[in-house]
């Protein structure tokens, strides 16, 4: 059964490029199963090797060795022709969009159903019909030069739906937007992950998106997987060293913190809130629990449905018996907590 769950599946999957100075080996042995219906992340450095992973996926980069199983077939050993039928079950978005400027958001939407045979009209239809899922029927008329880039990517979105595709695989989709107009192409990703039942793959550098959106996540790092786990389990305590240097730069503040404790005796608390009710005040019963402040140096925190979500970074007082007093009062809170190096 659980078998019967997974949409894609790699196994020992690995890449090599031959370059004029030897070999790179982009991916190596990489096995990963993502599973039907979910929104699944995967993160990693620049260099890292996940855009090569997302190109394997779809076979738009052959991988050396091992297998790709999509929906129960190795496209490894499909002909050209079985291939390209089963490509169309896979949409795919890119960071710059990739639209032909001289057409209009509609025609752009229309182009794919045209190439492939769809009668003009029917394309019309179904472009109009994905242009309204995507929140742009206003704008069909509409040239890429006249559109934002988030309605861009809207744009983008709604043609890589034209084939009515089982995943939908986003290539840094939103490094290219600013934080508002991310947050609003996420939330539409999630709609119609919920509303058509399409697996959503993420690739991004940016652990703030994968907070946002994934169930689960894939962390890779020197052409490897470093760490695999559900989202919570990972922002919560991350294993691999990219994953806790992934994580805890979410945490950096700019800037030297405006502490007035002793900078000769520093200890750090990061708490993080994993959907705790957002009308809980830790913090503050906290500070009164404990009769001491603390210094708060980062905070990232956001109100989803009632629930708290985020971090939040705390210097500790200088003096230990305080500074115990507060670590067991934390523990007694059901919150998830640990002290870092923090720096």
């Known amino acids: 059964m659980e078998q019967e769950n997974v949409i894609i599946e790699l196994k020992e999957?690995?890449?090599?490029?031959?370059?004029?100075?030897?070999?790179v080996h982009a991916l190596d042995k990489i096995n990963l199963k993502i599973n039907r219906g979910e929104i699944f992340g995967i993160i990693g450095m620049s260099g890292?090797?996940?855009?090569?992973?997302?190109r394997c996926i779809n076979l738009l980069e052959r991988p050396t060795e091992g297998q790709v199983i999509f929906d129960g077939q190795d496209l490894t050993v499909l002909k050209p022709a079985q291939l390209r039928q089963a490509r169309r079950s896979m949409g795919m978005i890119f960071q710059q969009f990739n639209l032909l400027m001289q057409k209009t958001a509609l025609e752009n939407v229309c182009f794919p159903l045209e190439i492939s045979g769809v009668k003009k009209e029917d394309a019309k239809k179904r472009a109009e019909e994905l242009l309204e899922i995507v929140g742009l029927e206003e704008r069909k008329d509409s040239y890429p030069a006249q559109l934002s880039g988030g309605q861009k990517q809207r744009v983008a979105i709604a043609r890589a739906l034209t084939t009515n595709p089982k995943v939908l695989l986003c290539d840094e989709a939103t490094s290219a937007l600013d934080p508002n107009t991310t947050r609003s192409i996420l939330e539409l990703l999630k709609d119609i992950n919920k509303r058509l039942g399409i697996t959503v793959v993420i690739i991004t550098h940016e652990m703030s998106v994968i907070e946002e959106i994934c169930q689960r996540v894939a962390i890779i790092d020197s052409s490897k997987i470093a760490e695999i786990g559900t989202v919570e389990k990972i922002f919560t305590a991350p294993k691999s060293n990219i994953g806790k240097q992934l994580v805890y730069s979410e945490s950096k503040p700019k800037g030297e913190p405006k502490a007035e404790f002793d900078d000769t005796n520093k200890r750090y608390c990061r708490i993080v809130f994993d959907g705790e009710t957002s009308f809980k005040p830790i913090l503050a019963n906290m500070i009164l629990e404990c009769q001491s402040v603390v210094n708060i140096l980062y905070a990232n925190t956001r109100n989803i449905d009632g629930q708290?979500?985020?971090?939040?970074?705390?210097?500790?007082p200088p003096e230990e018996r305080i500074a115990k007093k507060i670590i067991a009062y934390l523990e007694t809170q059901d919150v998830n907590f640990e002290e870092v190096d923090y720096v």
Do not use: D, P
């Open 13 to 23: 999957m690995s890449k090599s490029f031959t370059v004029k100075n030897g070999v």
């Open 48 to 54: 890292a090797g996940k855009s090569t992973l997302v």
């Open 308 to 316: 708290a979500y985020g971090q939040m970074v705390v210097q500790l």
